[in-house]
Structure formats: structure tokens, C-alpha cells
């Protein structure tokens, strides 16, 4: 120990005093007798320190010989689609000798995912767009499996809003209506995706920033199992709820990007529990199907459609699928899972907390691949970068500050009541395929104002009601588009999403319930019924027990498949 001592740099900063200022703030200090033994210590570490940012770092090398990086740039008036979906545009050709069915799609990546060579804003303006210098996992994985990444699309500010106006680059539009929201945080890659520009996005969803833009645009988005898919390169904001997915024009088009995304990387803990990559099937079950769904059960979770909050033209939509459901040849049921309403408070607490951490450069207690170089970029905070954050980032920031300072012990407690509600979940998949409920309770709202902080929060108020308690929970859950409704406003019919929930690592399920009702209707040609449909279905009702639950649901809403 003395030799360690006598080693410490001459020019170590460290000085007296600097342990009780560090203590201050948290109203401790050490005795005086002891200060001069921890100033010590406190030098010993800082040449520690020094030495290990003078190593190199340890990051994956992309072949760029195999996927050369063609033409980047920030997209041109001409390129730029819904107002600014787009981050950069570029090329990097798939390897087309793959057998994939995801060869020959075009993929667009959301601009918090590492695309080495190609800068990334993260949706800020608060400090400089930084470049990575590796690919994330699920890039490496499309391009092996044959597509072409063709661009980074735009995300909301630190991926922290189900806005689409929030971004620095820009707002991004609902691709059926200017000046309505695309959702966020994967506000970008929803948009292209639906307006045909890609076929394909990689999306990242933490409270539903991948399914709450596919409900408001009408594509699909599918947030897998916690751990399926390998975070590993992707910027994160609370790395309990980080999940990776794709959205797509289809199921299957999404089945096969998921073939491609899944599996263990080696490096990635959340994903330890995934078979290794290549082991899924999910294209191949779904080609195996044939578009019935007999013998399948689903519940309809009441504490998912009850709730003022919902639309009336959301709530017909939503029952009309049902009975399309039904009409597949499906076992309808209602069932109750009265902890699904604390999962948006419990979300709360998680993601304030952890969030704030992660903001604050403090996150840590996960083994996988850091982006350093990110981390460099923005930290540490100054008033000037802070001042230029979007509300609800700095929002988050203060909360969890609050959060861990007057409840200590709270976020744990978040921990265990999450798994409660897993576990009353899980329950219910013990009898049952599949869970639906409306994926949000409304349609995409017009977009809000950046010149007040509350009125910058009101687009999203109420939006991830039934979304983020699968984030807190892990359950593999998807949106589809199952009709449409009218806006707030009522100037437009817009989108309506329906989410599928599965039983933990039961994606399959939850893309054959997607797969036959997708095959058997076109959800665009329902729009001439809107109007019919909300009038059916303008007052909701309590609605108790299995049969007389089937008999209304068949009364109400008539349809052919």
C-alpha cells in the first residue's frame, strides 16, 4: 500500500479540501482527523483514472471493406420527406449473396442507432453531432441478411417525447396529414416507413417510441421481448426499459427483420437470455399459417379500452378488429388485469429516475459496448447546453434529481411492483395466445408549441396509457393499424392502432394473431365507416362477463371477413 502512495503523480490536482466539497451537497463530511488520510485516497484514484483514459478504447470494428459507407450527407430540399423525417441520407449496400428475406429491402435507422462514418444529433442541438466509429449489432445484422441501410431517420430530443415536433432537426408530419403528429421517439423512420420511402425501419422503443408512432401513422411497429433484440450501439435513456425493433408496411416484412435483429451478441447482458442469432423462425411460421385462428384465445383486457381517455372512433376500431378476431375463428374472452393501471405511474418513477441518470452521464451496471465517444461529446452539462434542451428532456432531469434525493428507495420498489405486474401478466398468458387493447387512445394529435413549457407536454399527455407498462414489463407487444377515426379536432380521419401482447419470448404468437388479420381485411377500406362506426359506439359501456361480452361485441359492430 505504501509503495501504491508513493507513487501518486507530483502533478495529481487533488488538494486539501476537495473531500468535504465533494461530501457537501450531501450534508456529510469525514472527521478532520481522517481528511487528510482521504485526500490521499482521493489522489491515488484520480491517477487511476489518468491511466485509463490514456488506454485505448475497446470498440467493435465495422467492415466498411464489405459495407462501404456511400455518399453521406444531411438530405437536400428535394430528399427531405414530412417536413424533416430524414437525419442524413447515405448508402451502404447489403451483401447480396444472402438467402435472407430481407434481401433486397432498404432499411432506414433511427438516428440514436450507430452508424459508424455517419454523424448522429440524438434529435439535439445542445451539443455538436458526434460520429461512432462502429455499427450497432442490428445494423451489422441487416446488412448481413441482405438489405441496404439507405439513411439515418430523424428521432425526437433524446428520444425523450411521443411528439413529433420535439427534434432539433425539425418537426416530422403525419405521412396522411400535415401538421398532425407521426408519434415519437421513432417519429422519422414511422413516417418513411409508411409513406413507402423505405420498407423498413430500426426503431427504439422505451414507453412506446415505436409503437405509439406505427398507431399514429398506420404501419406496423413491434417492440419484442426485453433482451431479444441486442441493444448493443444504441444511445440509451433507461437502459431497464431499452428495446430495439423494427416497423414495417407488414407483418411479414417485419417477421423478417426480426429473424435477422434477434439474438445474443456476446455483448449485450440484456440479451443473454436470446438464443444466438439465426435460431428464430418467425417468417417461416408465419408462411407455414393458414391466416385462421382456431383454437387461438384472446383476451380483451378491460382496463385497456375503459378509460375516458379513449376515442370513440378508436373504441369502434378497436371492437371492430375484435370481431374480426372472432370471425378468424379465435376464443374471445375479457379479461382484467386491474395492476395494467399502475404501470404508467411505475413507468414514471423507472424512467425518471434511471433517465435522469443516464442524461447525467452517471448510468452504469450493464455489461456491453459504451458509446465513449458519445459520452465525451456531451458531458459534462453546462448551462448553455442544458438551456438548449427540449422540456420534457430537462424535465426528466429534474425529476429524477427530486425523485432520488426525497424518496430514497423508491426506484426499487418500482423494480419489484414492475414484476408484479409481469407476473400478472404472465398469468393470464398461462390461458391465453394473446392480449389486445387500443395500442393509444387516440389518433395523432395536431402538433403542440415549443413556446410554452406545459402546452409543449399536452400532445403527448395520456399517450402511452396502454404502451409503456410492456416496457416495464418486457412483454413482446406490436401495433398494427385497424381503421381509422377522426382527429380532436375533427378536421381528419387519421390512423387507428390495435396492440397485440404476448406471453414472454412468444413472439410467434403475437405474429400469427398480426398475420391472419392483416390477410384477411384491408383496414384502409374501413375509412368510409368511421362515421357509422362512432355512432354505434359513441357512449362506452362497463361491459362484464365472456358471453354477453361476445354477443355485444357481435351486436354492435357488423362486418364481413
Known amino acids: 500500500m505504501s509503495v501504491f502512495f508513493k507513487e501518486i503523480s507530483p502533478n495529481n490536482p487533488v488538494k486539501d479540501g476537495d473531500v468535504e466539497s465533494l461530501l457537501s451537497p450531501l450534508h456529510i463530511s469525514v472527521s478532520p482527523s481522517e481528511s487528510q488520510d482521504y485526500t490521499t485516497l482521493l489522489a491515488a484514484v484520480h491517477d487511476c483514472a489518468e491511466r485509463i483514459e490514456s488506454l485505448p478504447d475497446y470498440q467493435p470494428v465495422p467492415d466498411t471493406a464489405r459495407f462501404p459507407r ?10 427531405q420527406k414530412y417536413g424533416a423525417a430524414w437525419a442524413h441520407k ?38 455538436p453531432a458526434w460520429t461512432p466509429s462502429t455499427d450497432a449489432t442490428v445494423v451489422t445484422r441487416v446488412l ?52 413507402g420511402l423505405v420498407d423498413l425501419a430500426i426503431g427504439t422503443d422505451q ?17 419484442p421481448t426485453h433482451g431479444l433484440v441486442p441493444y448493443t450501439g444504441i444511445t440509451s435513456g433507461d437502459q431497464v426499459d431499452d428495446h430495439a ?47 385462421r385462428l382456431d383454437g387461438v384465445k384472446i383476451g380483451v383486457l378491460k382496463e385497456g379500452y375503459q378509460s375516458e381517455l379513449v376515442q370513440p372512433g378508436v373504441h369502434a376500431a378497436f371492437f371492430s378488429a375484435v370481431q374480426r378476431l372472432q370471425a378468424l375463428g379465435a376464443t ?38 459504451y458509446l465513449t465517444d458519445f459520452e465525451h461529446t456531451r458531458l459534462p452539462w453546462t448551462a448553455a447546453n442544458f438551456a438548449k434542451l427540449f422540456p420534457s428532456t430537462k424535465n426528466t432531469v429534474i425529476n429524477g434529481l427530486y425523485l432520488s ?48 413549457v406545459l402546452k409543449s407536454f399536452e400532445p403527448s399527455m395520456g399517450m402511452t396509457t396502454n404502451t409503456a407498462v410492456f ?12 381503421g381509422w377515426s377522426r382527429s380532436v379536432d375533427g378536421e381528419v380521419e387519421l390512423p387507428v392502432g390495435l396492440q397485440i401482447v404476448g406471453g414472454l419470448w412468444q413472439e410467434d404468437k403475437v405474429l400469427g394473431v398480426a398475420a391472419a388479420l392483416e390477410a384477411n381485411f384491408d383496414w384502409r377500406a374501413t375509412k368510409e365507416k368511421v362515421h357509422v362506426m362512432e355512432a354505434c359506439l359513441g357512449a362506452q359501456e362497463k361491459l362484464n362477463g365472456h358471453e354477453p361480452f361476445v354477443r355485444e361485441v357481435a351486436e354492435r359492430v357488423e362486418i364481413s371477413t
Open 70 to 79: 456511400k455518399n453521406i450527407h444531411l438530405p437536400t430540399p428535394s430528399e
Open 90 to 127: 447515405f448508402t451502404i449496400p447489403g451483401d447480396d449473396t444472402s438467402n435472407s428475406d430481407l434481401k433486397g429491402k432498404t432499411v432506414c435507422i433511427k438516428d440514436c442507432i450507430a452508424v459508424a462514418g455517419v454523424p448522429q444529433f440524438y434529435g439535439s442541438d445542445a451539443f
Open 144 to 195: 448481413e441478411n441482405g438489405a441496404s441501410v439507405v439513411g439515418t431517420a430523424t428521432c425526437e430530443n433524446f428520444c425523450n417525447s411521443t411528439s413529433s415536433f420535439t427534434s432539433a432537426q425539425g418537426t416530422v408530419h403525419n405521412p396522411h396529414r400535415e401538421g398532425y403528429s407521426a408519434g415519437g421517439s421513432t417519429s422519422g423512420g414511422a413516417a418513411l416507413v409508411t409513406g
Open 207 to 223: 414507453g412506446g417510441s415505436i409503437r405509439v408512432p406505427a398507431s399514429l401513422c398506420g404501419c406496423v411497429g413491434f417492440k
Open 245 to 291: 425493433g423494427p416497423l414495417g408496411r407488414t407483418v411479414s416484412d417485419v417477421a423478417a427483420c426480426l429473424d435477422a435483429i434477434a439474438g445474443y451478441d456476446g455483448m449485450d447482458d440484456r440479451s443473454v437470455a436470446a438464443k444466438p442469432p439465426g435460431s428464430y423462425a418467425f417468417s417461416k411460421s408465419l408462411s407455414s399459417g393458414s391466416h
Open 332 to 369: 374471445i374472452e375479457e379479461i382484467s388485469i386491474p395492476l395494467h393501471k399502475e404501470g404508467p405511474s411505475i413507468w414514471t418513477i423507472q424512467q425518471r429516475i434511471s433517465g435522469a441518470a443516464g442524461i447525467l452521464g452517471h448510468a452504469h451496471g450493464r455489461r456491453g459496448l
Open 405 to 452: 434525493q426525497q424518496f430514497p428507495g423508491l426506484y426499487a420498489k418500482t423494480m419489484n411492483i414492475g414484476r408484479q405486474i409481469s407476473d400478472a401478466y404472465q398469468r393470464q398468458f398461462a390461458q391465453y395466445d394473446a392480449i389486445v387493447m387500443p395500442t393509444t387512445p387516440f389518433v395523432a394529435p395536431r402538433h403542440g408549441t415549443r413556446d410554452n
Open 471 to 482: 416496457n416495464v414489463t418486457g412483454h413482446p407487444a406490436l401495433s398494427m393499424p385497424v
